[in-house]
């Protein structure tokens, strides 16, 4: 996933495929990784009532609520209509912009995590 301003993006192809934290596509078109878990519906006006007061009412007061983005139709959809960056990452960005880092492929086979773990296979081991 490309990192920008806080905020993640990654392109359609790996978001499709359950790849969207390892996107490095920065040519492609980019879309907004929303967060995770349910959409706030109440502004922070609201929230704080609720919190302080245990007033748990409908937000009526016309704010916009943090964090949700359109709630137009209910219908759930996975990407948006339109990528944040239809052409790709523009090159001035790409000098902000945080890509994953590159695993070089290796394996430790002690699965340990330590160095200077002794690694046991049955040719060791005495009976």
Do not use: W
Request: charged content about 30%; glycine content about 8%; proline content about 8%.
């Amino acid at each position: 996933m490309v990192l920008l301003n806080d905020k993640k993006y990654a392109c359609e192809t790996c978001i499709k495929g359950h790849r969207s934290s390892a996107c490095k596509h920065t040519d492609r078109p980019l879309y907004e990784i929303k967060k995770k878990g349910r959409p706030v519906t109440q502004c922070e006006h609201c929230r704080e009532l609720r919190k302080t007061k245990q007033v748990h009412v409908k937000c009526l007061c016309g704010q916009d609520p943090s964090g949700a983005g359109g709630e137009a139709s209910n219908k759930k959809a996975k990407l948006p209509a339109v990528a944040a960056f239809p052409r790709g990452l523009p090159e001035d960005l790409e000098a902000l912009a945080i890509l994953p880092a590159i695993s070089d492929g290796s394996v430790d086979s002690d699965h340990s995590g330590r160095p200077d773990a002794p690694s046991f296979s049955p040719l060791h081991l005495q009976y």
